[in-house]
């Protein structure tokens, strides 16, 4: 199926393929594609730091891709997914773990200091 | 919460808030966001007729919006919505109805031709 890259790196919304809870969104540009195709691991493309990333290169909660979905308009992606550890950098298992009204309706998985800072201990 | 909408409209991933299915990928302005939270009904701001919509205003596919999460950005959000008919203008339930392979997973809820095309009969 052609995906439309002409506006740029596009939406991908990632979604846990067993829960079906929404864990993150992200954007990928055609090279993040292949390469998620290619490694069956999502891979996506930063906006602010203009660069391809693989999920989990760093904390290690990689993504195996089960499916991958696209919308009518084939302007948007989503990847269903098994999350190894948590989706949210802030040790949550979703990005969205807020209400709008600030509640938090879900703790934290993992505790970010010890995944992200003391990496090389 | 403050959500961020420096960079203009933010996208908002919508959910079916009992299946979970996730049924469409659409955009908010401050103005979109405040109308759903008041009304209790999904709006949006679209990005190619630069203007403000109601889900379902011609359709009749409303989305009563049961909570909104936001990421930890806070420059995403999600609408778990109880959907009226079916997300998508093509008589899916959801826009995400094809694989990547070109595969469809779902069939149509409703004929597109009749719900927007014989409206005034």
């Known amino acids: 199926m052609a995906i439309n890259f002409d506006s740029g790196?596009?939406?991908?919304i990632v979604q846990d393929s067993a829960t079906r809870e929404v864990l993150?969104?992200?954007?990928?540009?055609?090279?993040?594609l292949r390469l998620t195709?290619?490694?069956?691991?999502?891979?996506?493309?930063?906006?602010?730091?203009?660069k391809l990333?693989?999920?989990?290169e760093e904390s290690g909660h990689v993504q195996r891709v089960i499916r991958?979905?696209?919308?009518?308009d084939?302007?948007?992606i989503l990847y269903?997914?098994?999350?190894?550890?948590?989706?949210?950098h802030t040790g949550h298992m979703s990005?969205?773990?807020?209400?709008?009204?600030?509640?938090?309706?879900s703790g934290r998985v993992f505790d970010p200091e010890k995944v992200y800072a003391n990496k090389g201990e």
């Open 53 to 56: 990333w693989k999920k989990g």
């Open 9 to 12: 790196p596009i939406p991908v």
């Open 80 to 88: 269903q997914v098994e999350q190894q550890g948590a989706a949210c």
């Open 95 to 105: 990005c969205f773990y807020r209400t709008i009204g600030g509640e938090e309706i």
């Open 74 to 76: 084939e302007d948007t």
């Open 68 to 72: 991958i979905l696209v919308d009518c």
């Open 37 to 50: 195709r290619d490694t069956g691991y999502a891979h996506y493309y930063s906006r602010s730091r203009r």
């Open 24 to 32: 993150m969104l992200a954007y990928a540009d055609k090279e993040a």
